[in-house]
């Protein structure tokens, strides 16, 4: 059975950084591509980051790039949201979402309909 479990949220003011992670178990292969997806109160779940199997190739949504790195260690299994200079919209849940397929590329990186294996989120709050 695939695990996905989030960590790493909380409370900080603006400017200021998290790191989120998540760790994923289960699964017979890294060769999974992945996303971090946001949702924010009374708004729709966006994609906010994501990259191919072998993580070369990373995408971001325009309001995060600059300002957030995504990565992996595949010998831990664990994703990072390294977040930076972080602001009143960044704040939301933020779930990781693991490609249901193996081999994906960036196509469709923020469709969420995509992803079979999702985390129960963590919650990252920015004070102004």
């Known amino acids: 059975q695939v695990q996905v479990v989030e960590s790493g949220g909380g409370l900080v003011q603006a400017g200021g950084s998290l790191r989120l992670s998540c760790t994923v178990t289960g699964l017979t292969s890294n060769h999974h591509a992945a996303a971090w997806f946001r949702q924010a109160p009374g708004k729709e779940r966006e994609g906010v980051s994501g990259?191919?199997?072998?993580?070369?190739?990373?995408a971001y949504i325009d309001s995060v790039k600059g300002r957030f790195t995504m990565s992996r260690d595949a010998a831990k299994n664990t994703l990072y949201l390294q977040m930076n200079t972080l602001n009143d919209d960044d704040t939301a849940m933020y779930y990781c979402?693991?490609?249901?397929?193996?081999?994906?590329?960036?196509?469709?990186?923020?469709?969420?309909?995509?992803?079979?294996?999702w985390g129960q989120g963590t919650q990252v709050t920015v004070s102004s």
């Open positions: 979402a693991i490609d249901r397929n193996r081999w994906g590329d960036l196509t469709r990186w923020n469709d969420s309909s995509r992803y079979g294996y």
């Open positions: 990259f191919t199997w072998t993580a070369r190739d990373i």
